[in-house]
């Protein structure tokens, strides 16, 4: 019963624990219009309603999805979950440390945090490519186009930020 139960313990959720806990722990420390008050003011529902949905789903769907790293797909998932780590906490960094730079101030800098989960995500996409329910259909690419469909409505919220100055 134990073994069972620790083969469910060793899921894809893993890989969003160091996301969220950065995102926790440093969100306080970007410049004030990624602060809750002001990154939320005035979102239109048709962009916030979708973006929370679809955050939930790829938040929660990974802990369905195995932890396995056996297959040259998953390999490659996990270089680009990692790879992609880096990036994400590089766009943080560049924000929090240097938010008057030419970079922070630029769209592109402005909104990375909200682009480069793409490599993350994609990445637990790659390695998550079964659920622990063999009754239900799935395919790896099935969290790639959630993952997508999330990071269009996350991508334009944050350029909605952006163009408000």
């Known amino acids: 019963m134990l073994g069972r139960a620790a083969m469910y313990l060793r899921n894809c959720f893993w890989l969003i624990v160091p996301v969220l806990a950065f995102d926790l722990l ?3 420390r970007l410049p004030a219009q990624f602060q809750m008050e002001n990154f939320w003011r005035d979102i239109p529902a048709f ?13 929660v769907l990974p802990v369905l999805m195995p932890l396995d ?12 979950y990692l790879a992609g780590i880096a990036v994400y906490l590089a766009a943080w ?3 929090i440390a240097c938010p008057d730079s030419g970079w922070s101030l630029s769209a592109a800098g ?9 490599l993350w995500l994609g990445g637990i996409g790659l390695v998550g490519g079964r659920l ?3 009754r239900i259909p799935y395919r790896y690419w099935m969290y790639l186009a959630l993952s997508a469909v999330f990071l269009v409505f996350h991508v334009t919220h944050t350029a909605i930020v952006f163009a408000r100055g």
């Open 69 to 80: 790293v056996v297959s040259a797909r998953q390999r490659a998932g996990l270089a680009l």
């Open 47 to 59: 962009v916030g309603v979708p973006e929370n949905i679809f955050r939930t789903v790829v938040l």
């Open 132 to 134: 622990f329910v063999a």
């Open 26 to 28: 440093f969100t306080g």
């Open 93 to 95: 960094v560049a924000l």
């Open 110 to 118: 402005q909104l990375a945090p909200a682009y480069t989960p793409a």
